[in-house]
């Protein structure tokens, strides 16, 4: 079809109307202030930052949040100098996590009523998200050092003091082209945490490499084997195990007999 002035202002009209569709609320996300009723009586708070509610004068108790708070981007970006911020803010600033080092943009009344730090590391470090702190394994530096070597980024050292299990999605060099990608911890190592899902069998394989290498790295050599062979199949790894368990004995039921 013709792309006519008429055509493509039409076209425009008809996409101009999605803005109206409100976002996805994930499982995460609490109150949506989009209509003019959930936002009214929100506007009607005016707050004043006076000693009672500065941030910084409760640095003894909220050290770590000071901290991790980006106030360079703040004051730049926002116009909101670090003695403006109050303990309660409701003003979504730019913070910059000092465990992880990732960027996010957070209220600081979030953070300090639920703890709704860095989402990069807050439950993702662990394991597992339901328990937390309580599972946790051998660090990423003590099972596989070679793979903490390949951590990208200045927080690498912190990084790979994560369990090997964990979920946490970290920066790695590629050992093929230099470049950085981006995969869980857990994914790497190809370890568990006994009790959670699997991760892919071949996982630990798969991302030993970024997404443009991980190709060639991993199927060439089936290529040239299927070149070969003319007969591969996908079945030699599931052979090999048959053959390796084949004097075990495995209890099996009794077959029900109806006749
Ligand atoms: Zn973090
Ligand atoms: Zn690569």
Redesign the pocket.
Known sequence: MKRTSVVLAAEFKQKSRWMHVWPQMHYGAMFLPFGVGRRLPLTGCNWVTRDSNRLTNFSTRYATVIADLDSAKNESELNVPLSDVRWGDHRRLFFK?T????P?RRAVSSVMKFHA??G???SR?YPSEVLKGQMTGASLQATKPELAKELAGEKAQTISGFAATSKFNANWTCSCCNKTYRASIRERTGLVAPGMAPVFADSARWTGFCHSCRWEKNLAPAGREALQRLDLLGLEATAKEIAASSGKKIPRRRKALFA
């Open positions: 996590c465990t992880c080092g990732e996010y730090h860095c990069s590391c807050r470090r």
